[in-house]
């Protein structure tokens, strides 16, 4: 039975609650009112005297009361930000607690002057005062920490290089760590800009939280503090708890394909220059954001990678400079879904001149690979700083994404390099259908195509083989040329003979599940057999039994040796390619290998087979995606984007960020991006790829593709 109060005992419970909270304790604040700490006591109800000198500060403070003192010039170290030892004598006589940031000396302990600056560093909880969710070696990211060493004892948290998903799996004995918060006497030193919070991104979001209710709790002798929110400039677009609007993933697209406009990644020439500057020769192809200021290209100068997991202590993203094929094919794609949907001719534009800009436009058809007696004939270069690099996965992730965008475009246009790039990777393909990581034009020439086309190479990755083996199928349905299904039907078969403990794995095995449902639910469209459906089952029940209830698929580490190298030490944190996870159960997601290819191959599949169960889980993710695209007022160029990780447990955007080239918080115009906003319109408009291109003209261009390419030893 449900008793309610009367109105004025409830209005009078009211009143009390928030008597209580308009009468928190008085603090002095030191520091800029722009501060995010200022900005939270405002939020939280305290009664803030701000001074601007911390001497004044300390001398008008009644007795037994806190003051908060911020750095202004970070990461620039002032002389002025520090307390002398009579001002230090002066505080402790009066009882009074204080909270110093970034000062450049503090009496009594041994600061030095000059801040190292960290990347890869976190900070690790080493006291045991904040709590039962917050226990020692708990980790938080300060990102793009400049801390001041400092020479103490017993540390509540320090800074270190460690390997763990939320905490030092190995501990902090084999790597160098600096203090970052610790207590002497009556004052807490924060040896970095912790006040930074909300403007650097630190997270997870619940753990810095809980590190300044214990500072606020600290600094006003007040053990019942709660912060009740947590501003934050970068958001999930939905709570996990929020019902959809009906037209939520359709605005997801909308916003996805703003978000290329948001980031200024369209090359224009009156930019090119500083593209071709932090471009370099792609080895370290990052640089600051793009000025918004800064004119869009139309797409003729192609469209950059995306951002860099590396975050500034200003919020700020790095951006990675580099101009892929495969970028330039699957955001042709995605624009051109969504200048159908809504009727944009701008979108139409940009879509035609990335492709153009692949075949016709830059180095990655040039050369070798346009000349039609060279065994390169056909391959797409990897990079315009890589164009004698050729990655399979690479090249059928551009020729899928060509081939969308000619279908939503309603053109052949493309038809005859779209032939030619399919069977270029094919004819290069050895004889059991495996091609192997990558290709070097210089090693083609020299050996000839028909030399690769005879080994008998075995590399279970569908990683890297996958989407090539759904190009065969693909073209073989368009053709009905036989040795694209039969090469391609070997392959399949030896992947899933090997299945699952001899698949190398690379990241995790959840990447590799989501890019092998796509062949083999082509492979159920172009021959229905009991053991092709069996297969497709398998690998997609498998994949599924991670599937949580908010829709996120949960990352894996499979079993046996991983592609990438394994994390042994803390000194190998950030040294190669690596999983988002430390183990089996940390509760990621991944979009930039797993989730993003899931959601289109699961859609495949579902169309191919009409299984319900299927349908059910691709609109699972489809939702789970739709809340998790990035919202941010703060940071434009983020503003529709989705980041490679996401904590579904903490819904927060959060991970291990060992990974050397794209970590975390990385974006990617392509591989992530496009993937997804190609998906959601098509689970929007009930539609599989497959259908969309079904009436693909390609085979107009397949006699004379075969004439010039499988006649004989080139060389």
């Known amino acids: 039975m449900r008793f309610l109060l009367p109105v004025k005992f409830t209005f009078f419970f009211l009143l009390i609650a928030a008597t209580a909270f308009s009468q928190k304790k008085e603090v002095m604040f030191v520091g800029d009112p722009k501060n995010d700490l200022f900005a939270l006591l405002n939020l939280e109800g305290y009664q803030i005297k701000r001074y601007s000198d911390i001497s004044a500060a300390i001398y008008a403070a009644p007795r037994k009361s806190g003051i908060f003192i911020v750095s202004d010039t970070y990461p620039l170290v002032s002389e002025r930000h520090q307390i002398s030892r009579e001002l230090q004598s002066r505080a402790a006589k009066k009882k009074l607690r204080i909270y110093i940031e970034y000062p450049a000396s503090f009496f009594g302990v041994k600061i030095d002057a000059k801040p190292v600056e960290t990347r890869l560093e976190r900070a690790v909880v080493t006291g045991g005062v904040f709590g039962s969710r917050l226990k020692p070696m708990s980790l938080v990211a300060i990102h793009n920490c400049h801390v001041l060493p400092a020479h103490v004892n017993n540390p509540l948290i320090v800074l270190a290089k460690v390997v763990g998903f939320d905490k030092a799996e190995y501990g902090l004995d084999s790597t160098k760590s600096y203090p970052l918060l610790f207590i002497n006497g009556n004052t807490m030193v924060a040896t970095t800009k912790l006040s930074n919070f909300v403007a650097a991104r ?84 990052f640089g600051p954001p793009v000025d918004q200021n800064l004119p869009n290209g139309d797409g003729s100068l192609g469209i950059l990678e995306g951002h860099a997991s590396t975050i500034n202590y200003d919020g700020t993203q790095q951006y990675r400079y580099w101009m892929r094929a495969d970028v330039q094919g699957e955001a042709s794609m995605a624009l051109a879904a969504a200048s159908r949907a809504f009727k944009s001719n701008e979108y139409k534009e940009k879509a035609v001149n990335l492709i153009d800009f692949v075949f016709k436009n830059s180095n990655l058809r040039a050369g070798a690979k346009n000349d039609k007696n060279s065994p390169a004939f056909g391959l797409i270069g990897w990079a315009t700083t890589h164009p004698g690099v050729f990655y399979g996965d690479d090249n059928a992730r551009a020729i899928l994404g060509i081939i969308g965008a000619s279908a939503y475009l309603n053109t052949n246009k493309w038809d005859k390099e779209l032939s030619e790039a399919i069977m270029a990777n094919f004819r290069t393909t050895g004889k ?80 590799q599940r989501a890019r092998m449902i796509l062949p083999l639910a082509w492979l159920v469209r172009v021959e229905n057999t009991e053991e092709h459906r069996r297969w497709l089952d398998l690998v997609t029940t498998d994949m599924l039994k991670y599937q949580v209830e908010s829709g996120a698929i949960r990352e894996e580490i499979g079993e046996g040796a991983g592609r990438f190298k394994v994390l042994k030490s803390n000194a190998d944190y950030g040294s190669d390619e690596s999983s988002l996870i430390f183990k089996n159960g940390d509760p990621v997601a991944e979009m930039l290998y797993t989730c993003n290819f899931a959601l289109f191959s699961l859609n495949e599949a579902a169309h191919a087979t009409g299984n319900e169960r299927y349908k059910a889980a691709v609109n699972k993710l489809s939702d789970f995606l739709t809340r998790i695209q990035v919202k941010s007022k703060e940071h434009k160029d983020l503003d529709g984007a989705w980041f490679r990780a996401f904590d579904y447990d903490r819904w927060d955007y959060w991970a291990s960020n060992a990974d050397v080239g794209w970590g975390a918080w990385c974006t990617l115009t392509g591989w992530i991006q496009s993937w997804i906003v190609a998906g959601q319109l098509q689970i929007q408009e009930d539609e599989s790829y497959w259908k969309l291109t079904q009436n693909s003209q390609i085979n107009s261009q397949m006699r004379e593709t075969l004439e010039v390419m499988m006649r004989g030893p080139a060389k």
């Open 202 to 285: 630190y997270g997870p979001k619940e753990s810095i939280k809980q590190v300044w209710s214990h500072i606020l709790s600290w600094v006003t002798d007040d053990n019942k503090v709660q912060i009740r929110d947590w501003p934050t400039d970068v958001a999930p677009m939905y709570k996990r708890e929020d019902s959809l609007p009906s037209n939520a993933r359709l605005n997801s697209v909308r916003k996805g394909v703003e978000w290329f406009y948001n980031g200024r990644f369209f090359v224009h020439p009156a930019w090119n220059d500083l593209w071709l500057k932090y471009q370099g020769n792609g080895e370290k192809p």
């Open 432 to 511: 059991l259908g495996f091609s192997g990581e990558r290709l070097e034009e210089s090693e083609l020439l020299k050996s000839g195509w028909q030399h690769f086309g005879k080994r008998d190479l075995f590399h279970p990755s569908p990683h890297f083989e996958s989407w090539m083996w759904a190009c065969y199928l693909w073209l073989y349905n368009k053709t009905g040329y036989e040795p694209l299904l039969a090469k391609t039907k070997i392959a399949i078969k030896m992947t899933m003979d090997a299945y699952p403990n001899n698949w190398l794995w690379g990241s995790s095995m959840q990447t």
